[in-house]
């Protein structure tokens, strides 16, 4: 799993589809994978009970379990869904690439993703180790010490390189004129707050990705292990 | 090349950051969840600078 990757990808490949994809679908796309299952991966305490999955791996992207939303027929499926139900094929587009870029990202992992579900085969490269099974405190911390870290950097300093679409004029030109949902917000919020959460993901990926490092590293003194399959020192999942 | 302008949205987003990040390492809670970063960044971004404009 990726920890900022998800945040900062739809920046980078609006930036390349300009007016032909709309933004906030694109992100919640990039989310959508992970919504309804990372609480139950971690596990979480409600008064008496502890809820956890036996099997976190398994449960996150297996089958059974949910593994199926992080294949390609999943974002496919509600992308026609969205442009079916709600008649927006730009939105129905945009989530579907937003989840595809989840989907494939995710394939960098010990577990990888199921990405041609019903086939349950899982694509994985192997760079990073899955660690999710290990409670969300190890996870952070086995994560920012491997290649994942490495690749949500990947994406940090191509947003930065490619900083003109983070601009007031950027937003004004691309992304609100790309997207009929931003002149309806704007009946109701200004169009400086509009800029503000346009500009949410982005900040909340790389503050994240920098408080993580500094809490893994500096304040915990976990060892980076930047070998393919790393952190070596930490229990990685396998399919 | 950046403007001055851009330069000091810039600036604001990196003190604005620096919190964050002060924050989140004390209390790592603050970090996981989206909600929380979008309504930190709407605060911090636009409603302070926003208010502070108007009563200045």
Not at chain 1, 29 to 37: A, V
Request: proline content about 5%.
């Amino acid at each position: 799993m990726s920890w900022a990757a998800h945040d900062l990808e739809p920046y980078a490949i609006q930036k390349h589809a300009g007016l032909k994809l709309a933004f906030v679908p694109l992100l919640i796309g990039s989310y959508s994978p992970d919504m309804m299952s990372k609480w139950f991966v971690y596990g979480i305490h409600l008064g008496p009970w502890d809820l956890k999955a036996s099997d976190p791996a398994q449960f996150h992207r297996g089958w059974p379990g949910v593994g199926f939303t992080h294949s390609l027929t999943y974002g496919l499926l509600i992308g026609l869904l969205i442009w079916k139900v709600f008649g927006s094929k730009l939105w129905g587009v945009s989530f579907m690439i937003g989840q595809f870029a989840h989907a494939l990202t995710d394939t960098g992992d010990t577990v990888g993703t199921m990405l041609l579900f019903p086939w349950t085969f899982h694509f994985h490269l192997d760079a990073w180790a899955y660690a999710g099974q290990t409670g969300r405190n190890t996870d952070a911390a086995a994560y920012f010490s491997g290649l994942g870290c490495m690749w949500d950097l990947v994406w940090i300093v191509y947003g930065l390189y490619s900083w003109r679409v983070l601009t007031s004029a950027y937003f004004d030109e691309v992304i609100y004129r790309a997207d009929r949902f931003w002149p309806w917000l704007n009946r109701t919020i200004p169009r400086g707050a509009l800029l503000t959460l346009y500009r949410a993901a982005f900040f909340y990926g790389t503050s994240r990705w920098i408080a993580w490092t500094i809490w893994a590293h500096v304040i915990h003194h976990y060892p980076y292990d930047l070998s393919w399959g790393g952190p070596h020192w930490v229990p990685a999942a396998h399919p | 090349m950046p403007t001055r302008s851009d330069l000091r949205v810039f600036g604001g987003y990196c003190v604005a950051a620096a919190i964050y990040i002060a924050i989140g390492v004390t209390w790592i809670d603050f970090l996981f969840s989206f909600w929380v970063g979008l309504a930190y960044v709407v605060l911090t971004c636009w409603a302070v600078p926003t208010l502070v404009r108007r009563f200045t």
